[in-house]
């Protein structure tokens, strides 16, 4: 069985400060974090035996987790297993990168997100050149907000060639024309972020051939939908994985809409789902 796991364990702490993010400087206490630590190895050790199915494992922690030494340590044991596809993860690349030379960089990718006014942008620069030095893959991105305009032409401008940029519509703001084709100027793909995409009904690969899990191991379809499908780590959750349609009206973050069958991502992805790296970039 092909099957891809987005999975968001209890972590909810990060390390910047971004006006648009309600997780900002939060800090998790030493009980959350433990508990973060043991729900990670949990699902890595789970991860390890699949071996009969092939697994591809987005990590979408709320908080920052690459500041943490088990994401650094999972993702690299994780990228050497045979069975797994792609194992990825969002990042504010505020990590130290030398934790890559103990992963293999043909399974493991970065996604990672440049936030102006939280890290110096020498520095934000200078790991992306270390990344693309070290062979690694990865995507690089900026919520397209009008105070982030300049900052996004001037990373498109120093990025190497062949690292995607892409832009994320900010949320509750309206684009005009005019500013939607100064973001598309810099992201072709931007168009499929400007608008939430209607999903009601619609097909959905989700609850299918991907699925969302959390720290206990409950196993929903998406992070968006919340109803259950089983657990994990019983197996119970194996039973109600089948075709179904999106119950909700909208679909407007990246990592569910890519999903729906009715938009042509996996084709403009191919290869590069998880981690946002269009196949022609």
């Not at 001037?154 to 509750?172: D, K, M, Q, S």
Request: aromatic letters at 10%; one cysteine or more; glycine letters at 8%.
């Amino acid at each position: 069985m092909d099957l891809t796991i987005l999975y968001r364990g209890p972590l909810a702490s990060c390390d910047y400060d971004c006006p648009y993010c309600p997780f900002a400087k939060r800090r998790d206490s030493p009980e959350r974090l433990r508990a973060d630590r043991a729900a990670l190895e949990r699902f890595a050790d789970w991860a390890a035996q699949q071996s009969r199915d092939r697994l591809s494992v987005l990590f979408t922690p709320w908080g920052e987790g690459l500041v943490r030494s088990w994401y650094r340590r999972t993702l690299a044991e994780l990228s050497h297993l045979p069975h797994l596809r792609r194992v990825a993860i969002q990042t504010n690349l505020s990590c130290r990168t030398d934790w890559l030379a103990d992963a293999d960089l043909g399974t493991l990718a970065l996604w990672c997100t440049y936030h102006p006014g939280q890290t110096p942008y020498d520095r934000f620069l200078a790991k992306c050149h270390d990344l693309a030095d070290r062979g690694a893959r990865f995507s690089v991105g900026v919520v397209g907000l009008p105070e982030h305009l300049e900052h996004a032409r001037r990373l498109r401008g120093a990025l190497p060639g062949h690292v995607y940029l892409w832009i994320n519509a900010a949320e509750g703001h309206t684009y005009t024309d005019e500013e939607a084709a100064r973001w598309t100027d810099l992201d072709p793909l931007f168009p499929y972020s400007r608008h939430p995409h209607r999903s009601a009904g619609l097909p959905c690969r989700t609850g299918e051939s991907v699925i969302s899990v959390d720290g206990e191991g409950t196993v929903r379809r998406c992070h968006f939908v919340p109803s259950e499908l089983g657990n994990l780590y019983d197996g119970s959750y194996r039973r109600a994985l089948a075709p179904r349609a999106c119950p909700l009206a909208v679909c407007d973050c990246h990592i569910g809409y890519v999903h729906l069958e009715t938009l042509p991502l996996y084709d403009v992805f191919a290869g590069g789902v998880l981690e946002r790296i269009p196949a022609k970039a």
